[in-house]
């Protein structure tokens, strides 16, 4: 459809005069156009709005073609304006002209300032994760970034229990807080021109844990008879609990059921390594368990509680024995050593027995013994003297010649070792005949 508009002219063709009629096609309205953002950052895309579409008389489609430029002369096409292409302190123009596929309509036009883009922090973090009232809270930005290329410094600002704090540093003291505190920590990005968004992080400090300085275990050089004292050093609480400690043993690298400062003896062996551990605790939890220096428990030397020699009254033809009582703690075996002294001289002979061949009637013999565990001698025992007494003579056998005697018969006593016979008592039941049973003989063993 065309809207017609007739125009009446005068005409003057070869000397007459006369009216001509011309057809005019009008352009589309112009476009009521704005930009949003109006005030954009050099990170945000720019759009074009139409407020109020271009108006065709004809009632023709009309179309926009949109031209953007800055005083400096760039350009870019297309309805929206790329971030990319946008620096800040730029302003940009909009033309919007409308067209109904014959003619170019009158354009709208609009205008967009392109002003700083603030710095951006991606996150915040608090180091540790799990602070407690001994532990120095850090507080780690993120990555910052300016759309302008801009150098970004950090603003800080603590907090504990909602109160503001006066520490403009990434780090927070822990004299600043106490156990259940909540400390919340905000950080700031700023490029000198804007200040960015803040981004935050907070944490409840946890309890303080107990500790314990150290932990000696003696005595020094202790042995299976020994037990064993377990001696902790100082407890200390960071939110001023009291602290009570709890005791474990290990022996040879394996715990015991022992949980007192003392372990008796009985409980280890010589050459095993004894271990004490102590654990702080403040009621409500456990500090680092403290052990001690290992302790290896040391050989007990054997003892020798006494020495005998049996016979305890000797004759000149007795051989000798040195018994003794000895024991030993680590229950090792166990070797002895003899020295044997008559009349106060040592004799070569080492063993626990000593032959007649070496003393006589009337010396004084004594014995001492030693044992050894492999690794110590023991004390020496030493026995009490005996006396070497005489060995009396004695007669081994008594025959009759003749046997049988008669009343006629002449009697003799025949003895093998010296002796008297003093005389004989003879009794006789039949008569005529001496029996040998019935006489009975007396007799004197001569010294």
């Known amino acids: 459809m065309k809207v017609a508009v007739w125009l009446t002219t005068p005409l003057v063709l070869f000397g007459c005069k006369g009216e001509e009629e011309q057809e005019v096609v009008l352009p589309p309205s112009a476009p009521v156009v704005s930009v949003t953002p ?9 759009s074009v709005v ?53 003619m170019d309509g009158s354009p709208g036009e609009a205008t967009a300032v392109i002003v700083n883009a603030p710095p951006a922090l991606d996150g915040v973090s608090l180091d540790p994760p799990n602070p407690d009232s001994t532990t120095d809270l850090t507080c780690v930005a993120g990555t910052t970034s300016d759309n302008d290329g801009d150098v970004v410094s950090l603003l800080y600002h603590w907090s504990v229990n909602g109160s503001g704090l006066s520490v403009p540093q990434s780090t927070l003291a822990a004299t600043n807080y106490t156990r259940t505190d909540t ?139 040195c018994q003794y009582s000895a024991s030993d703690p680590d229950t090792d075996f166990l070797t002895p050593r003899f020295t044997w002294e008559v009349n106060e001289v ?15 009637r009337g010396q004084d013999v004594l014995c001492t013994v030693t044992v050894n565990d492999g690794t110590v001698d023991s004390n020496t025992a030493t026995s009490e003297e005996v006396e070497v007494a005489n060995t009396p003579p004695v007669v081994t056998a008594i025959t009759f010649d003749p046997d049988p005697a008669y009343t006629n018969t002449h009697l003799h006593l025949r003895v093998d070792r010296r002796g008297r016979v003093r005389g004989w008592r003879c009794v006789k039941p039949e008569p005529h005949r001496v029996r040998q049973d019935r006489c009975r003989h007396l007799y004197r063993a001569a010294p």
Not at 67 to 79: L, M, N, P, V, Y
Not at 283 to 289: I, T
Not at 346 to 360: I, M, N, R
């Open 183 to 321: 400390v919340r920590c905000a950080v700031t990005p700023t490029d000198g021109f804007d200040s960015g968004a803040s981004a935050f992080a907070e944490v409840t400090i946890a309890n303080g844990l107990p500790s314990l300085d150290e932990v000696t275990l003696g005595p020094v050089g202790a042995t299976v008879s020994d037990d064993l004292l377990c001696v902790p050093g100082t407890a200390t609480d960071p939110d001023g609990d009291g602290v009570t400690l709890s005791f474990a043993w290990t022996v040879g690298g394996s715990a015991v059921a022992e949980t007192s400062a003392t372990l008796t003896s009985g409980n280890f062996e010589k050459a095993q390594e004894v271990v004490c551990i102590v654990t702080p605790n403040d009621g409500a939890d456990s500090g680092f368990s403290v052990p001690s220096d290992g302790l290896t428990i040391a050989n007990s030397p054997p003892v020798v509680h006494s020495a005998v020699i049996t016979p305890d009254a000797p004759r000149t033809l007795d051989m000798l024995e």
């Open 50 to 102: 139409i407020d109020e579409h271009s108006i065709d008389p004809a009632g023709l489609s009309v179309s926009y073609r949109y031209e953007w430029a800055t005083i400096g002369g760039e350009t870019a096409e297309g309805d929206t304006l790329s971030a990319s292409a946008t620096a800040r302190g730029e302003q940009w123009t909009v033309t919007v002209t409308p067209y109904n596929g014959e």
């Open 38 to 46: 109006h005030m954009a950052t050099s990170a945000q895309d720019i």
């Open 346 to 360: 040592v004799q070569s002979e080492a063993s626990s027995t000593l032959f007649s061949t070496d003393f006589v």
